[in-house]
């Protein structure tokens, strides 16, 4: 018999490695194009809701008047701290600060653990098995959003952590306060990279993604 293709890789580490590549390179040019999910076949999108472009206008219309009022609510809502501050000449001044906007350390280590718990909460303290989770919810749905979402949290998450850390580190430097920020944005940030991972798998099929996980190729699955 002929001899057979020569094998490209030469063990299993080398073909997990050039997977991993190969979809991450299809996400992130899907996702530079916009595009972080494949598209449907003609004639299996969503029903038309509106019947005519003027009550597609009018409900356009209401939505916006709706999100509005509700970020009016939410402002007036959100939590805030009140400093007093006096003057040279001995008048106050009453000054607002905002808890996303911290003007002091403690200010920026309460947003750290804020952001912290939010996080721990979400993945229930222990990536691996959050990943599972996720998993079994794709199985029965078989959307991307089931991962997709939750990059969009966690990326909010890792941004905020981000911010604490510019802010902890002109504030007072590399001390421990910086360096406990440092570590929850560690967890925040592998946290995503797994996410990102199972992403380009699916982003190349969901044949692909199967075989990687029966394979346990993806990242968590080695935490």
């Known amino acids: 018999m ?6 490209i890789y030469l063990t299993s580490e080398e073909k997990t490695l050039a997977n991993r590549a190969k979809c991450k390179r299809s ?15 003609a004639g299996t ?40 501050r006096i003057q040279p000449t001995g008048d106050s001044e009453m000054r607002f600060k905002t808890g996303n906007n911290p003007v002091d350390i403690p200010g920026w280590m309460a947003l750290v653990r804020q952001t912290s718990d939010k996080f721990n909460t979400m993945v229930h303290g222990n990536i ?13 749905a078989h959307k991307h959003n089931t991962y997709t979402d939750v ?4 990326e909010t998450m890792e941004s905020t952590i981000k911010r604490c850390q510019d802010a902890l580190l002109q504030l ?13 944005g560690k967890k925040i940030k592998e946290a995503l ?19 990687m996980y029966k394979s346990k190729e993806f990242m968590y699955q080695s935490l």
């Open 128 to 140: 691996k098995k959050y990943m599972e989770e996720l998993h079994r919810r794709f199985l029965v």
């Open 193 to 211: 990279s797994c996410l990102e991972d199972v992403l380009c798998a699916l982003m190349e099929g969901e044949t692909e993604f199967f075989q």
């Open 2 to 7: 002929p001899p057979g293709r020569p094998k």
């Open 45 to 84: 999108g969503r029903p038309r809701i509106y019947k005519t472009p003027e009550e597609k206008v009018l409900a356009n219309r209401a939505k916006s008047k709706r999100n509005y009022h509700k970020k009016q609510l939410l402002a007036l809502a959100a939590p805030c701290d009140i400093e007093l």
């Open 151 to 154: 990059i969009i949290k966690i």
């Open 172 to 184: 007072s430097g590399i001390d421990n306060n910086f360096r406990e920020a440092e570590v929850e």
């Open 27 to 41: 996400y992130h040019k899907l996702k530079e194009t916009g595009c972080t999910d494949r598209p449907r076949p």
